[in-house]
């Protein structure tokens, strides 16, 4: 295979892969950062965004930051307690790298969105789970391992979650839970890594508050992304902590030799902003995809055989599907493949190769018609 | 002091500080970046670079770098071997990420860009220098300092090295010692991490080919960036390396799960590139930055006195001062800004507190009058 390519994700012509947890290019907002391309480059503004940026972050973008957060996140975010990053997978790099060693331990949900672990291998750390229920991660199982990992001179250095709209389940950490959390991590001194990656992403608001809520316990760092919201190509989104843990990532090296992090995209997502046009593109896909949860819930109900079950999510982008116990989803999944159409298997979202019976379906990367003829094709590969 | 900045580097009023290593905002090509996000919003070409981006970064973008390159470097440059970065900081701080463990050494040039020190730190990494001569590292000493090593049981990982007009010497490594150190770090099984930041800001040309030029070796990764030849905010550079090197990067959990890096802002470079205005801006730059040496040159022999000595740079952004052996640079640097003027002191270049007696001078972040007004004061520092 050439290694020339224009996406990360090329799927095969014929297949319909609802495996795939990316946004289609039917919701990307092309006109309006065009628009503000055109603002951007039309003042001598750029005489800073071309500059080596300010370590935290550009600082227009930071005030127009956290006046949008003020709003979506229903709570007053200060525009010194934010950090501009290339997105929440470079996030949870940086904080790697700041904030552990080589064969320290971090907590994940099982599941959890099995890219992470990638960026937590890379900096030798192992990942051990804790098993979620209705309300998020069982946060009495994670005092239990806490505790056994402090007894074995281990202590969990990172607790790493995705709290609202969890990939691959869809399920939200309750409100109860997130203040739990806070305090369990806090008594072990672990330091929570809060993946906010769909939390404006609600169809059914109002949900839980964002971790962002518990950032004066000073050992919450909540990462937020404009991929989901606005486009992923951008590369940018933010780290909302106490002053202290800012200060030691912008103490990295990274920052000190290259400074603030995209400076001259930042400047284009801040045009975004103080037009009014991310709230309102926010708020146009949250129609867009609360349609698509009704066309994929109504054509599983249609097609997918008993013995199946799912919870209808109320926001992020999947759907998470119990098949009968035993089953084996990565087989299903050699049989969807036969019949064009694909998904993601259970284990590969497991810290220990569990979760073999469920699969996940996303409804962000196609449009109804698609959905529809994908997850037909899903019910034929079940009944087969 | 307030976290709400809006550049890296603030300097004070009434302040000329000739340590700043950044280009002024007069040679920031605002214009033709605005020209570009022009072209980028105006076709459906947006539907790829808003979406997650290929792995190894945008395939326009490196079909269109690598003819950048194969005329700049003249060299062939193959668009497969290249993989897109958010410039040498982040190019280094993934290097290390995926080439190295903690407490493995590096080795560096003595003097060398005391940021990328930083880098290293981050990842537990030590850094032991090697001397430079006119004609860049000395490939013996090196030599020896591998074997050293290797007879400790703690074998160099990286060799990090900055071959065109080194920060802060401007000193380059000649051809022959260019092939000599792919020998010997290709013997000592050592990655040689050329920062090729300044190779193509040559005020005198024809100097050595790039470190580019033995990328077959399968131990060379060679960094380039637009932070210097087009402006620092992009947040955008390049490797060129094997396939085998690149393909590990590739892997890491930051590129598997965030994809390939920067894919608007490298749609944006693909259009300057394309457009023919990159070659240009580089060609603008070079005779801004002839010029400016020469201002700085003669206005350091009118004004330093006897006994201090420095070689004019044939490209880069440095002059570096010897002072009298015995001086201090850093009671010279607390003198100087007494005045009104700052440098940076040799010793922040050397991984052992050397290099005391030397400063730092940039012509690159002020005009003419500034430069000639702040090497007047730093005479009136060194004569007080």
Not at 102 to 117: G, I, K, S
Not at 326 to 347: C, L, W
């Amino acid at each position: 295979m050439t290694t020339i390519q224009y996406r990360q994700v090329e799927v095969p012509e014929g297949v319909i892969d609802l495996g795939v947890g990316q946004p289609d290019a039917s919701v990307f907002p092309a006109a309006l950062l065009g628009r503000a391309a055109a603002a951007c480059y039309a003042t001598d503004a750029s005489d800073e965004f071309l500059q080596y940026g300010a370590d935290y972050g550009d600082g227009h973008h930071r005030v127009a930051l956290a006046g949008f957060l003020t709003d979506a996140y229903n709570l007053a975010v200060d525009p010194e307690l934010l950090f501009t990053t290339n997105g929440n997978s470079q996030a949870l790099d940086l904080v790697c790298t700041m904030f552990t060693r080589h064969d320290d331990v971090v907590v994940v949900e099982e599941p959890t969105y099995f890219l992470a672990r990638g960026i937590l291998a890379d900096h030798g750390l192992g990942a051990i789970g804790v098993p979620l229920d209705e309300d998020g991660m069982r946060v009495d199982l994670l005092e239990l391992t806490l505790e056994k990992l402090a007894s074995e001179g281990r202590p969990a250095r990172l607790i790493y979650v995705i709290p609202a709209f969890n990939n691959p389940t869809g399920i939200s950490l309750s409100a109860e839970r997130r203040a739990m959390l806070a305090d369990v991590a806090e008594r072990h001194g672990a330091l929570i890594v809060a993946d906010e990656v769909y939390h404006l992403l609600d169809y059914d608001p109002p949900g839980p508050p964002p971790m962002s809520a518990w950032v004066d316990r000073g050992n919450v760092i909540s990462m937020g992304t404009f991929s989901k919201i606005l486009a992923p190509g951008l590369r940018l989104g933010w780290i909302h902590a106490s002053s202290e843990i800012l200060a030691r990532l912008v103490s990295s090296g990274l920052v000190a030799s290259g400074g603030g992090l995209n400076p001259v995209t930042s400047a284009l997502v801040t045009e975004v902003i103080r037009s009014g046009d991310l709230a309102m593109n926010i708020e146009s896909l949250r129609r867009e995809y609360r349609r698509r949860v009704d066309v994929m819930d109504r054509a599983l109900r249609a097609n997918i055989p008993e013995g199946v079950t799912w919870r209808r999510p109320t926001g992020g982008y999947f759907f998470w599907l119990a098949l009968p116990e035993g089953s084996d989803g990565e087989s299903v999944r050699s049989t969807a493949n036969e019949v064009g159409v694909d998904v993601r298997h259970g284990s590969l979202f497991s810290s220990h190769g569990g979760m073999r019976h469920h699969i996940r379906l996303s409804f962000a990367y196609y449009l109804d018609d698609e959905i529809v003829e994908g997850v037909a094709r899903m019910g034929r590969a079940l009944q087969a």
